[in-house]
């Protein structure tokens, strides 16, 4: 690696690392959050260890162990290029740094690898602790073989640098499209959900168009199925014949092709880096001021709409908060106007199931992609070097917190009522369901918003470089978000479950009452927690 | 004699037909203490960024001791320093974490950096912060960083967004200080300023820019006369 790249790297993986505040800050205080923040995460990667090893110990039970490392290697790669893909405008663009870094005697080129290479450090654990995890369900049901495991061992760090590279090139590619453009977030904005729909309804229309076969849930064809998206997704496949060979071509295949794209990519990137920095920071003054109708609103109502505007003016913020409320929509649509049956079988991979035994789980569906992201769980955080401006403010700094969770409340809510209202009619649900399928939508939005104002405010981050930071990376959004959705893709098979036994509405009813609860709960314990806020 | 920064037509749009800087044309001589004065928004912070390399411009060209920031940017920044009017330092770093990264950025030896960091902590008086977090500094204090970040490599031109933002009157004067001992040992200094009477009393050239053009540019005393600098820049700035 070159010294200026190095150098930067290092700089900018020491400027963010717990490990310094830990070492040299004054503050007794600074330092236990900054350690609590670093047990948080080492919490999620054991949560994330725990699921992966047991999908790869029930692929080892179904006697797929030669599928082990293409399944790893795919479920990294996927993960790498959405995680990527969400935050790659926000650490490659308009970072505060821009201007002192650009000022320094440092290549294009290295200023732009170096940001990816910090992205694709701070990926790394994931990755790694997604791919060992497989790898110790393989280490138990495949023949022993050293060779192998050193192999998938060194390979795995490469994993994630190709979708990495794609994710960043097509965010990097739309920050450009939007540049010339007079609405230009509104257009990356778009272009970034137009992407995201495609993605997740590729395998439809792939099904429809080419009438490909459809993949059976048996499995005799997930090895199939496994084969087949290793096609496409060339470096997977390319891991699991280095492994499974053992290939040294394929070794070298795919760590030659690695490094070569991110090195392409680090050029091409470089020629426009500073003409995209320069359009994208810039701003044209607005036409003159035309006064309107000034509206007097109360404390909380005039947080929850700074809150707003807030969310509509930042990429990064709109995109990940947002995100969930478009996937809502996509599959209010698909149920709209395609059979709850072709849906269900198209999300499922073709499992047989029976639309109406979903029905006592579809707040917790809508609540998987609705949940998945809180406004809340960065909001307070995102106040950053501005926190000074509501401390100042003749107001109880409850009402922030209640402003804050409101905006959540009024951003999630009315999407809630949308999916629950026609996944539960579409489902079969009759009006008993479907009135209390709307109700606990609404009840797990209010436990959305404060859990996460709850979590945010535990591992609150004021000082941050760069507002993905906290949208994406800190503490606060990745302990709110991986356990929430593993309890809630276990509350979906719960559900479904508990159905057999009792009555679907009952099931319901119960998971409305037990997470109004919980959001009481969290909120109570909010409000204790901004009181005892010493910044 | 080669102008240290010579600004040759220079003109930058950020689209929308509206020109943030035109056709600006200014040169800074070896020795030259240069203000650069305008209101809000006149076109200052772009042209300094323009001539760092950190904004990216079409029309005119910005040479610093004859090298192009269009086609050697890197021999540019060699020779210059940069200090923004807000310089966002990493906050996690400790100061001489930070000092030590542009030390490494420039190449300084270790005994150089070491004689250099300590010499110019104890002139603004921050040697016992070295040690602590950026985030534990006042504003003043991090300018003050800025500003040892920037003498590290011993810059031929210093190129400052107002520099005098937040530093205590002793610190000011610092800075004062090492500006003349820079020029005076063949180096140059540009810097905006809204602060008039410093500029007065401190820049041997001045030019004042108003919606991105330049009405006023030369010597500070020719241009002063028997008036002060605010009642020139006031008399210019309204007629315009």
Known sequence: MNKGRSILLKTFLRAQSAGNIIKYEKDKKKRKKAKSTRIGFIFVYLLVAFYAFFFGLGYGIAGLTDYMPLSAAITCIALSFFMTFFKADGYMFTNKDYDMVMALPISVKDVVSARFLYMYIWNLPMTCVMSFSILAGYIIWAPFNLIKIIIWIVLTPLLPMLPMVLATALSTLFAGVGTKFKYRRVIQVLLTFAFTFVCFTSRYWVEKFFKEDKIDNNMQNIGAAFDKTGKYIFTANWFAKAVNGPSIIYIVLFVAVSIALFEVFSYIVAKFYRQLNTKLTSRVRANKYKEHALKKNSATMAIAYKEFRKFLSSNNYLVNIGFGEVLVIFLCVAFLFVDAKSVISTITSGAPIEPKILIPAVPMIIHFLLGMMSSTCCSYSLEGKSYWILQSCPIDLCDVVNGKVLFQIILATPFAILGNLILSIKLGGNPIEVILCVIVGCVLSIYTATCGMFSNLSHLKLEWENEIEVIKQGAATVIYMLPNMFVNMGLVVGAVFLAKVIDGALVIAIMGVVYALLAFIFYKLSLSKVRKINV | ?240
Request: proline share 2%.
């Open chain 2, 1 to 240: 004699m080669m102008s240290v920064l010579e600004i040759k037509n220079f003109s930058k749009s950020y689209g929308g037909g509206k020109y943030a800087a035109k056709d600006v044309n200014l040169s800074v001589e070896a020795g030259d203490i240069y203000a650069f004065i305008g209101h809000n928004g006149a076109g200052k912070s772009t042209t300094i960024k323009s001539v760092v390399g950190v904004l990216d411009f079409e029309e005119g060209d910005i040479l610093v001791n004859g090298h192009s920031v269009k086609t050697e940017p890197m021999e540019v920044k060699r020779e210059i320093a940069y200090i923004p009017d807000n310089p966002d330092l990493y906050e996690h770093l400790t100061a001489i974490q930070y000092l030590n990264f542009i030390a490494d950025i420039f190449g300084i030896d270790a005994d150089v950096r070491r004689q250099r960091i300590e010499s110019y902590a104890k002139e603004f008086e921050i040697e016992d912060a070295l040690n602590d977090l950026i985030s534990s500094f006042s504003h003043g204090m991090k300018q003050k960083i800025a500003i040892i970040s920037a003498l590290i490599h011993e810059p031929k031109l210093f190129i400052l967004d107002e520099p005098f933002v937040g530093l205590d009157p002793k610190a000011a004067l610092t800075l004062k200080n090492i500006m003349k001992r820079m020029c005076e040992s063949g180096c140059a200094v540009f810097f905006s300023t809204h602060v008039l009477d410093v500029a007065e009393k401190l820049c041997n050239k001045m030019a004042i820019i108003k919606g991105g053009s330049i009405i006023v540019t030369g010597n500070m005393e020719e241009l002063t006369a028997d008036k002060s600098l605010e009642d020139v820049f006031m008399e210019v700035t309204e007629h315009e």
